[in-house]
């Protein structure tokens, strides 16, 4: 790739450009969240496959994580290819990745209950097939995710020489990655495609397997062609360094890097945060819905409006926060130290997550519960609150590692995309792979998991009300999980950040000295 068909493209992204990007970085967060948190209810609340196992699956994948993402992100800054290194990833992998996301849910039922109440376990031998096929399709879909993930995010900082518009194109992927929240709808919309298999003969619980099956598919094969689109879209523009080097090399840079070593190590510790999206599924579908959605929703006199309001009340609290916080933080870090905003999203932000247990455990104790109107709106107001450091944080993340990739390149003469976003890959995988295992536990240790959670869902079905069921142990431990645990990471996520390394002055005079030098390399050329 020549440096002369670099420049014939200019130095930055067009329009079209960047919305061909945008709408493929959506489309993979569907994908993300089809499985970052429906995959998880799927397998707890559906199939019933016991807390411990699930939370070992995921902990299981997340290890393998630790070697696979830096691996694929050696593997991609060695591409060098007439489309640039991260492109061709972009136009091929979408097909491959929509397979492996149907294929974990291509399942059997670990446990049901069937029309007489009586809880049928499978057999030992098809119990430890389910498992085992959960186990693999997911790290299955792991591997075959980060083939997209880290080209996903390194070509921002190939499709442009201008930090202000890859800060943009950063702040504006990390709202289209939330508009990927679409994906976490998926566990809303499957059951109503439970009467297909009804009328099949199946049992109320076989029917909802396969109707989150069908789901799966369609949503899928939608998002896919989406993500197809950002490889059909972007160019490269950023020459890059012909050098290559050993994963063992690639290691030592990252771990060297002294900026992004802090920002590692501060996304490793905030990886409780990631039980906000892991559990908002089963603590909205069961505290909110009985995890009955169409008799909450659909009452005998039509539509239940006053819920259906207070639901989006809530949706737009666990997600709005996060949504307009990536839009406008970026405006925020041009005038505040982006060292200084970091750590402070981090720790004021912890103060909400703390106050969401706050509000449901006074509830609780008073002997009410969040389904009135000024508690719904309390409740949604401190998830906005929440989630606005949460996406704060998301934005900062992704500028600053490309910022570390310039540092690298000013110190060393290397561009490491590939293999530092595979560390902000690393970092969200192993995030959700440590949250797993929080809620995994919390789960077996209330009893929240496996054929407990079908006899639960057979005694909801028949007239049991979640809130109260068990004195609310199971609505206690869910409110816990997106709470104290999140408030303690962010915490701690501050500690390595709060004498970064690179500071925006610094940054600035070092990225005004590289274009100068590509600039002047262009000229000779």
């Known amino acids: 790739m020549g440096r002369n068909k670099i420049a014939n493209r200019g130095t930055t992204y067009s329009r079209g450009e960047l919305t061909g990007y945008?709408?493929?970085?959506?489309?993979?967060?569907?994908?993300?969240?089809?499985i970052g948190?429906?995959?998880?209810?799927?397998?707890?609340?559906?199939?019933?496959?016991?807390?411990?196992?699930?939370?070992?699956?995921?902990?299981?994948?997340?290890?393998?994580?630790?070697?696979?993402?830096?691996?694929?992100?050696?593997?991609?800054?060695?591409?060098?290819?007439?489309?640039?290194?991260c492109k061709p990833y972009l136009m091929f992998i979408p097909p491959v990745i929509m397979i492996t996301t149907i294929i974990p849910f291509l399942?059997?039922?670990?446990?049901?209950?069937?029309?007489?109440?009586?809880?049928?376990?499978?057999?030992?031998?098809?119990?430890?097939?389910?498992?085992?096929?959960?186990?693999?399709?997911?790290?299955?879909?792991?591997?075959?995710?980060?083939?997209?993930?880290?080209?996903?995010?390194?070509?921002?900082s190939l499709m442009t020489e201008d930090q202000n518009d890859r800060a943009k194109a950063?702040?504006?992927?990390?709202?289209?990655?939330?508009?990927?929240?679409?994906?976490?709808?998926?566990?809303?919309?499957?059951?109503?495609?439970?009467?297909?298999?009804?009328?099949?003969?199946?049992?109320?619980?076989?029917?909802?397997?396969?109707?989150?099956?069908?789901?799966?598919?369609?949503?899928?094969?939608?998002?896919s062609v989406l993500f197809e689109v950002t490889g059909l879209s972007v160019h490269?523009?950023?020459?890059?360094?012909?050098?290559?080097?050993?994963?063992?090399?690639?290691?030592?840079?990252?771990?060297?890097?002294?900026?992004?070593?802090?920002?590692?190590?501060?996304?490793?510790?905030?990886?409780?945060?990631?039980?906000?999206?892991?559990?908002?599924?089963?603590?909205?579908?069961?505290?909110?819905?009985?995890?009955?959605?169409?008799?909450?929703?659909?009452?005998?006199?039509?539509l239940n409006l006053p819920m259906i309001i207070k639901v989006v009340l809530l949706f737009i609290g666990i997600m709005g926060g996060m949504l307009i916080s990536s839009g406008v933080t970026p405006s925020f870090a041009r005038r505040i130290e982006k060292k200084k905003l970091y750590n402070f999203y981090s720790i004021a932000g912890a103060i909400p997550f703390v106050l969401v247990f706050v509000v449901y455990y006074v509830t609780h104790k008073a002997g009410g519960d969040?389904?009135?109107?000024?508690?719904?709106?309390?409740?949604?107001?401190?998830?906005?609150?929440?989630?606005?450091?949460?996406?704060?944080?998301?934005?900062?993340?992704?500028?600053?590692?490309?910022?570390?990739?310039?540092?690298?390149?000013?110190?060393?003469?290397?561009?490491?995309?590939?293999v530092f976003f595979s560390g902000q890959s690393f970092i969200t995988k192993l995030a959700s792979g440590i949250a797993s295992l929080i809620y995994g536990g919390v789960s077996a240790l209330v009893g929240f998991s496996g054929e407990n959670v079908s006899i639960l869902n057979d005694a909801l079905s028949r007239g049991a009300s979640f809130i109260t069921y068990e004195n609310g142990k199971f609505a206690t431990a869910l409110f816990f999980c997106v709470s104290i645990p999140p408030a303690i990471g962010m915490v701690l996520s501050a500690i390595p950040t709060l004498k970064y390394a690179l500071t925006d002055k610094e940054h600035t005079r070092m990225l005004d000295e590289l274009n100068a030098k590509r600039n002047a390399s262009a000229e000779e050329e």
């Open 107 to 156: 399942n059997g039922m670990y446990a049901w209950t069937d029309a007489s109440g009586n809880t049928q376990l499978a057999s030992l031998g098809a119990r430890i097939a389910i498992v085992a096929w959960a186990a693999v399709s997911y790290i299955l879909w792991g591997m075959t995710y980060t083939i997209g993930d880290i080209p996903l995010w390194g070509v921002t």
């Open 236 to 302: 490269e523009r950023v020459e890059q360094s012909k050098e290559s080097h050993t994963m063992k090399e690639n290691f030592q840079t990252m771990w060297q890097c002294l900026p992004f070593r802090q920002l590692l190590i501060s996304g490793v510790l905030r990886s409780p945060i990631q039980l906000l999206g892991l559990v908002a599924m089963p603590l909205v579908m069961y505290y909110f819905f009985n995890n009955n959605l169409q008799k909450t929703l659909v009452t005998e006199s039509g």
């Open 22 to 34: 945008l709408i493929g970085l959506a489309g993979q967060n569907i994908i993300y969240n089809i």
């Open 370 to 418: 969040l389904l009135s109107w000024p508690m719904t709106i309390v409740i949604s107001l401190v998830f906005f609150v929440a989630s606005w450091a949460q996406g704060g944080l998301n934005v900062l993340q992704s500028v600053m590692i490309a910022d570390c990739v310039d540092y690298e390149e000013y110190n060393n003469g290397i561009r490491p995309d590939g």
């Open 170 to 223: 950063l702040s504006l992927a990390r709202i289209c990655a939330s508009f990927g929240a679409i994906g976490m709808a998926f566990t809303f919309i499957a059951p109503f495609f439970k009467g297909i298999f009804l009328d099949k003969g199946m049992d109320e619980q076989h029917a909802l397997r396969g109707a989150y099956i069908l789901t799966a598919v369609i949503l899928t094969v939608f998002a």
């Open 37 to 85: 948190t429906g995959l998880t209810f799927y397998f707890q609340n559906v199939i019933f496959i016991p807390a411990i196992a699930c939370s070992t699956i995921f902990a299981v994948a997340r290890v393998w994580d630790a070697v696979n993402d830096p691996m694929m992100g050696t593997i991609v800054d060695k591409t060098r290819s007439k489309w640039g290194k």
